[in-house]
């Protein structure tokens, strides 16, 4: 069945770079997506990459994916507190009608 | 500000209680979506709705009753609740009816006493 994996705790200081990874199943999921959850707040979509692309930059945000291997990470470069949050990796479901979440990764940054 | 609007923002019901949620988004798009966020699962997708049309639904219990009287706005409808219902329900909608770009709301936490 399809599933999603990810580390579910990643600690860095206040101006180093953050790497979340994540694994996924469905090989057929033709975008794959980053998602913020920030405390008491929903889900905002970060970011997503075309399974089509290596990798997808936008300003601090860097996606990198490794199809053969089903592998998908965010990194955040020059982290600051703000970034503090829980991150989501999601990829379609196969019949494409709604999104397959990891658990999340919870980013703490300590200044 | 998603453009999707959810209240309660919390809510604290009995087992015996009916209550619902509601959900609105503002953004024009087709397809509504119920997830259920519990602690240190995945996200769990519960019923989707396209042009008001229900187009899935996850072998969710039947105490969890979805309604989408319109592109706007959904439902739940919640009654005789368990406490390992409690969670944040989260709604969210997308352009396209199978668009998988999905904005979220803010959540509601229901706490079943």
């Known amino acids: 069945g399809e599933d999603v994996e990810q580390s579910l705790f990643l600690s860095v200081r206040e101006g180093d770079s953050s790497v979340i990874n994540c694994t996924y199943t469905?090989?057929?999921?033709?975008?794959l997506y980053w998602y913020k959850q920030e405390p008491g707040a929903g889900l905002q979509l970060l970011t997503y990459?075309?399974?089509?692309?290596d990798m997808k930059q936008d300003q601090r945000l860097t996606v990198l994916l490794n199809k053969k291997d089903k592998h998908l990470s965010l990194r955040i470069a020059d982290t600051q507190t703000g970034d503090s949050a829980i991150y989501f990796c999601?990829?379609?479901?196969?019949?494409?009608?709604?999104?397959?979440f990891g658990k999340g990764t919870t980013l703490s940054v300590s200044s | 500000e998603t453009g999707v609007t959810q209240t309660p923002r919390h809510l604290v019901m009995g087992m015996t209680n009916k209550k619902s949620l509601k959900c609105e988004q503002h953004?024009?798009?087709?397809?509504m979506y119920w997830y259920k966020q519990s602690a240190k699962k995945p996200l769990e997708l519960m019923f989707v709705?396209?042009?008001?049309?229900?187009?899935e639904n996850n072998s969710v219990p039947s105490r969890f009753s979805p309604e989408c009287p319109n592109s706007s706005h959904l439902f739940l409808h919640l009654h005789t609740l368990q406490p390992e219902d409690s969670a944040l329900y989260l709604c969210?909608?997308?352009?396209?009816?199978?668009?998988?770009?999905?904005?979220f709301g803010p959540g509601t936490r229901l706490t079943v006493l």
């Open positions: 469905d090989s057929s999921s033709t975008y």
């Open positions: 709705y396209s042009l008001e049309e229900r187009v």
């Open positions: 999601a990829e379609s479901n196969q019949a494409g009608t709604a999104l397959i």
């Open positions: 969210a909608s997308s352009q396209e009816p199978l668009s998988n770009e999905q904005f």
């Open positions: 953004l024009g798009h087709n397809a």
């Open positions: 990459i075309f399974s089509n692309m």
